[in-house]
């Protein structure tokens, strides 16, 4: 089966950073895009950060020059460097592998199971 798992979360001050992982096994993910999205009580899930199997990268505006997305494709993981964390940037955080339209990411059903971060004095 496919499987995302998830890791790196947890408690930071506003300023600190974290890093985290999303391993998945029960596939090769090396063709395709990858995403992490971010959802936060009482909100939508939204798209953080996204790259594709070229290496190119696109994030939300309330991220850009904090975070950084990346890939290890050895591995089968993708990581979500975060620095300069906010308040607002609290939320459950999960990984999704997508598929490739037009070499541009696009969503699919394959979920992780979230890391949660919380970033508070």
């Known amino acids: 089966q496919v499987q995302l798992v998830e890791s790196g979360g947890g408690l930071v001050q506003p300023g600190g950073s974290l890093r985290l992982s999303c391993a998945a096994s029960?596939?090769?993910?090396?063709?395709?895009?990858l995403a992490w999205y971010r959802q936060a009580p009482e909100k939508q899930r939204e798209l953080v950060a996204s790259?594709?199997?070229?290496?190119?990268?696109n994030y939300a505006d309330s991220v850009k020059e904090r975070f950084t997305i990346s890939r290890d494709n050895a591995k089968n993981t993708i990581y979500l460097q975060m620095n300069s964390l906010n308040p607002e940037d609290t939320a459950v955080y999960y990984c999704?592998?997508?598929?490739?339209?037009?070499?541009?990411?696009?969503?699919?059903?394959?979920w992780g199971q979230g890391t949660q971060v919380t970033v508070s004095s």
């Open positions: 029960g596939m090769w993910i090396r063709n395709n895009a």
């Open positions: 999704n592998v997508g598929s490739s339209f037009g070499g541009t990411y696009v969503q699919s059903g394959i």
């Open positions: 790259i594709t199997s070229g290496g190119s990268t």
